[in-house]
């Protein structure tokens, strides 16, 4: 049975066998791999990059359509099809699968106080140098700490400052709102509060990060009882 299905899915004429189910190897791993969703002419830029047009001619495009109608027949009963996007082909989930499927939401990672204090700075005083957080602070920036809120989207360059050594002016960005749960840098707590710095004491970008997730937690604590 396995056998007629794979002969029923390439039951479309190949100008040669070897070369064309390497072509829809190719193509199959391209759509795949494609963040958008790939046109006809990119996926044909990529046969004639690699050699994979028949040697006999004919109509390039024609060939690179022939072989997109046949992988999309492949995956016509799949978990997954190759669907029209636009003017482009995309792998998506089978529509009939919607309801089993369910919405994986990563936690953001906890701040360490010292890079609180460095996003606070760079939130309030943006745009701003590495120099004039450390005059902020009164002690030198780790670079991890940097690092650190750069990997999580959290700040972003936004230029040099024209001064000697035009050093990277520091901003923060909508993934900064969004992991604060805030609709603006209006949200932002009172630059007084960030004075008060006693023991025990939360930091208030951190009273924001908390209660965000707590109601992450809480949502998805419902939604997994619904």
Not at 182 to 206: A, C, N, Y
Request: include cysteine; charge should be negative; charged fraction near 25%.
């Amino acid at each position: 049975m396995e056998d007629n299905r794979q002969d029923s899915i390439f039951s479309v004429p190949l100008p040669d066998d070897a070369l064309a189910l390497q072509g829809i190897r190719v193509m199959e791993a391209a759509l795949f791999s494609a963040s958008e969703p790939m046109t006809k002419a990119a996926l044909l830029a990529v046969f004639e990059r690699h050699g994979l047009l028949p040697a006999e001619g004919g109509d390039p495009m024609s060939y690179v359509e022939q072989l997109l109608e046949v992988l999309k027949q492949k995956y016509r009963e799949g978990g997954i099809t190759l669907v029209p996007v636009g003017k482009g082909w995309q792998f998506r989930t089978a529509p009939d699968l919607a309801s089993y499927l369910t919405k994986v939401v990563e936690k953001p990672r906890r701040l360490t106080k010292p890079a609180l204090e460095t996003l606070a700075i760079i939130a309030y005083h943006q745009p701003c140098t590495r120099a004039d957080i450390e005059a902020i602070r009164g002690v030198s920036l780790n670079t991890q700490i940097m690092d650190l809120l750069l990997e999580l989207s959290l700040i972003v360059s936004k230029g040099r400052k024209e001064v000697p050594g035009r050093p990277v002016l520091w901003g923060t960005t909508e993934i900064f709102l969004q992991h604060f749960g805030l609709t603006s840098l209006q949200d932002l707590p009172k630059r007084e509060e960030l004075l008060v710095d006693q023991p025990g004491d939360e930091h208030p970008l951190e009273s924001h990060e908390n209660e965000n997730n707590e109601n992450e937690d809480h949502e998805n604590e419902n939604h997994e009882k619904g």
